[in-house]
């Protein structure tokens, strides 16, 4: 099985603020779903830990690693969405303003890149996290990977051949857990639970 879990919150998220690739750590309520991932983790059986090498993704990694004792391994390929320099440490409205005025088409503007030829498509991010785990990924194991709200909606766009239109058809909030079953080298994909931990 596969545990896609978004990082706990930082004080960035709580302001609305998109990160991007910069580096922040957990708040207070972040250390606190960081607590509540531990105890859900406690009773499952995690072979390995994989988290973006950004603090606020390590932090929410080692809250697993305390409830399962796997190992964590820091990755590159599961870092946020690439985006321009002009839409990141901006408000969302900054950003819903920004996109506008270059007349984008949008559902939500943080998430929402299609035809932005200067931000990392769906496809993209689909192919880097798909190489990481086919590399890693065997039946029988089971993997927690901590990775950020861009990644784990382009993700599952493609996998579930989702229409790019629909994009904010669902949340990823901070701290929640996404469980899936790979079929075909994450081709296809099962998702057995959606939970929320707060």
């Given at each position: 099985?596969?545990y896609?879990?978004?990082?706990?919150?930082?004080?960035?998220?709580?302001?609305?603020?998109?990160?991007?690739?910069?580096?922040?750590g957990?708040?207070?309520?972040?250390?606190?779903?960081?607590?509540?991932?531990?105890?859900?983790?406690?009773?499952k059986?995690?072979?390995?830990?994989l988290?973006?090498?950004?603090?606020?993704?390590?932090?929410?990694?080692?809250?697993?690693?305390?409830?399962?004792?796997?190992?964590?391994v820091?990755?590159?390929?599961?870092?946020?969405?690439?985006?321009?320099?002009?839409?990141?440490?901006?408000?969302?409205?900054?950003?819903?303003?920004?996109?506008?005025?270059?007349?984008?088409?949008?559902?939500?503007?943080?998430?929402?890149?299609?035809?932005?030829?200067?931000?990392?498509?769906?496809?993209?991010?689909?192919?880097?996290?798909?190489?990481?785990?086919?590399?890693?990924?065997?039946?029988?194991?089971?993997?927690?990977?901590?990775?950020?709200?861009?990644?784990?909606?382009?993700?599952?766009?493609?996998?579930?051949?989702?229409?790019?239109?629909?994009?904010?058809?669902?949340?990823?909030?901070?701290?929640c857990?996404?469980?899936?079953?790979?079929?075909?080298?994450?081709?296809?994909?099962?998702?057995?639970?959606?939970?929320?931990l707060?």
């Open positions: 099985m596969l896609l879990i978004r990082h706990c919150s930082t004080i960035e998220n709580e302001s609305g603020i998109l990160c991007s690739d910069k580096d922040f957990l708040s207070d309520k972040g250390i606190e779903q960081g607590k509540k991932l531990s105890t859900w983790f406690c009773d059986k995690i072979d390995l830990i988290s973006s090498s950004l603090l606020r993704a390590e932090q929410t990694a080692k809250y697993i690693n305390e409830a399962t004792n796997a190992e964590i820091l990755s590159k390929d599961l870092l946020e969405r690439k985006v321009s320099p002009e839409y990141t440490n901006l408000k969302l409205q900054e950003i819903t303003e920004c996109r506008i005025n270059k007349e984008h088409n949008f559902y939500d503007p943080t998430q929402d890149w299609n035809d932005v030829n200067e931000v990392e498509s769906d496809m993209e991010i689909f192919e880097r996290v798909k190489s990481l785990l086919i590399n890693l990924y065997k039946p029988g194991i089971n993997i927690a990977c901590v990775t950020h709200a861009g990644v784990i909606k382009a993700f599952l766009h493609i996998a579930l051949k989702m229409d790019k239109r629909r994009s904010n058809g669902f949340k990823v909030k901070n701290g857990v996404i469980v899936l079953q790979n079929e075909n080298d994450f081709e296809k994909i099962q998702i057995l639970g959606f939970y929320q707060y």
